[in-house]
């Protein structure tokens, strides 16, 4: 699978961007859509997860109730909407693609490039 993240930019505390991921070339292994993200000096970290063909989701404790993971099958895209930004959601965000439902990034099967999010307070 290649995955393609964008929509990243700078934005003030309070306010909203949406990351974009175009999947491409899905596989068997690729039940699940996830994205990751990671703050300079610290490790990648789990933010929200869907499965690609039922649409179930989860997210981590920190952005539940500000962010939200969905998916377009038909333009094989998935999206975060992330709202009400804090300064600690700066970080570079990835999209990844796993076979079961994980937390972990090590349990990943690809990676697209990131894409970075800065919220100036």
């Known amino acids: 699978v290649q995955l393609q993240a964008s929509g990243g930019g700078l934005v003030q505390l309070g306010g909203s961007l949406r990351l974009s991921c175009a999947v491409s070339?899905?596989?068997?292994?690729?039940?699940?859509m996830n994205w990751f993200r990671q703050a300079p000096g610290e490790e990648r970290e789990f933010v929200a997860g869907?499965?690609?063909?039922?649409?179930?989701?989860r997210y981590a404790d920190s952005v539940k109730g500000r962010f939200t993971i969905s998916r377009d099958a038909a333009e094989m895209t998935v999206y975060l909407q992330m709202n009400n930004l804090k300064p600690e959601d700066t970080a570079d965000y990835y999209c990844?693609?796993?076979?079961?439902?994980?937390?972990?990034?090590?349990?990943?099967?690809?990676w697209g490039h990131g894409t970075q999010v800065t919220v100036s307070s």
């Open positions: 990844a693609s796993s076979s079961r439902q994980i937390t972990s990034a090590s349990e990943a099967v690809s």
């Open positions: 070339g899905l596989t068997t292994s690729d039940n699940f």
């Open positions: 869907i499965r690609w063909r039922e649409g179930s989701k």
